[in-house]
C-alpha cells in the first residue's frame, strides 16, 4: 500500500501496533515525524489505512493521512480541477478530506505557483486607488461575474451572477461552462428579456466577457461595456453576492447533501 510506502507514514503505523517509540535519530532524519507525534492520540489505523480524527461540532471527521507522493496530485485535483478556488476555500476542500503536516503552507504555494491565478490575480506592487462608482437609477450598471463552486451531484460548478448596482437586486443562473455563447444566451435569457436593457455591462477582464460575441450582444442592444481594472478585481460589486452564496450553499448543503443548483441558487436570487 502506498501509506506503507511512505516513511513517515509507516513509522507512525509502526508506533501504533507496537507501542514502540522511534528513535530520536530517525525522528532527526524525519522532521515531519514529530508533527504526526504530536497527533498520536488522533491518529486511528482501520483496514491498513491510517486516519486522523477531528472534532466537527457533534461529529467526528476522519481525515486520510496522506503520503508524500499524493499531496501534489489531489491539490490538483482540489484547486486546478475545482476552477481554481482561492486560498481558503481550497484549504477546507482539503482538510475535511486529508491531513499531512503544514498543509496550509503547501495550498498557499500551489496557489502561488499557478499560472492561471498569478494571471488573474497578482497585483502591482503600487496599484491606483479604487474610483467609487455612482449611479442613480435602475439598470444604469449592471454588473457581471462567475462563481465556481464545488460541483453538486448534477456536476454543475458555473453561477454567472447578475447585479444591478443601484438596487443591488442580483440574480445567479446556473450555467454548463464559462463559454462566451453560454454568457451571452443566459444575460439575455435570464435578466435582459424579464428586466430590459442595462446601459452599461459592467465586468472584469476575462477573456469570456471581454470576446467578440459579447461586444456583439452590446453593440445590437446599445449596452455600453466597461471593465474592472486588472489592479483592482474587487471594484466588480458582484463578488457581495457570491460570499451571500457560498455562505448559504456551505450550511444548506451540509444538512441536505442536496444538488444545491436546484434548490439554493433560485433561493437568493435577489438578495444582497
Not at 507525534?37 to 493521512?65: A, H, P, S, T
Not at 450598471?141 to 448596482?165: A, G, Q
Not at 435582459?192 to 456583439?216: C, N, R
Not at 457581495?240 to 436570487?269: A, Q
Request: hydrophobic letters at 35%; glycine letters at 4%.
Amino acid at each position: 500500500m502506498l501509506s506503507l510506502n511512505d516513511p513517515v507514514i509507516s513509522q507512525i503505523i509502526h508506533q501504533l501496533e507496537t507501542g514502540e517509540t522511534s528513535p530520536p535519530t530517525v525522528r532527526q532524519e524525519m522532521p515531519q515525524l514529530s508533527i504526526f507525534l504530536r497527533e498520536l492520540r488522533k491518529l486511528e489505523f482501520q483496514n491498513g489505512i491510517l486516519y486522523r480524527k477531528r472534532q466537527v461540532g457533534e461529529e467526528n471527521q476522519y481525515q486520510l493521512i496522506l503520503p508524500e507522493s499524493l499531496r501534489a496530485m489531489v491539490l490538483q485535483s482540489l484547486h486546478d480541477d475545482m476552477g481554481h478556488l482561492g486560498f481558503d476555500r481550497t484549504l477546507d476542500l482539503t482538510r475535511a478530506r486529508f491531513f499531512w503536516p503544514k498543509m496550509a503552507l503547501d495550498v498557499e504555494q500551489k496557489i502561488k505557483s499557478c499560472s492561471r491565478c498569478v494571471c488573474r490575480k497578482t497585483l502591482p506592487e503600487k496599484a491606483a486607488p479604487l474610483v467609487n462608482i455612482q449611479v442613480t437609477r435602475p439598470l444604469e450598471l449592471v454588473c457581471i461575474d462567475f462563481l465556481t463552486i464545488e460541483p453538486d451531484r448534477s456536476n454543475t460548478k458555473d453561477v454567472l451572477v447578475i447585479t444591478d448596482f443601484f438596487t443591488k437586486y442580483a440574480v445567479a443562473i446556473p450555467t454548463p461552462n464559462q463559454k462566451a455563447r453560454t454568457v451571452a444566451k443566459a444575460l439575455w435569457e435570464n435578466f435582459i428579456v424579464h428586466y430590459g436593457f442595462p446601459e452599461k455591462l459592467h465586468s472584469d477582464q476575462g477573456a469570456d466577457f471581454e470576446s467578440k460575441t459579447i461586444k456583439e450582444l452590446c453593440d445590437l442592444a446599445g449596452i455600453q461595456k466597461v471593465r474592472t481594472s486588472p489592479y483592482h478585481p474587487r471594484g466588480n460589486p458582484v463578488e457581495r453576492f457570491n460570499r451571500t452564496l457560498l455562505n448559504i450553499k456551505k450550511h444548506l448543503f451540509l444538512e441536505t447533501n442536496c444538488s444545491y443548483f436546484k434548490g439554493i441558487v433560485p433561493s437568493v436570487t435577489g438578495l444582497l
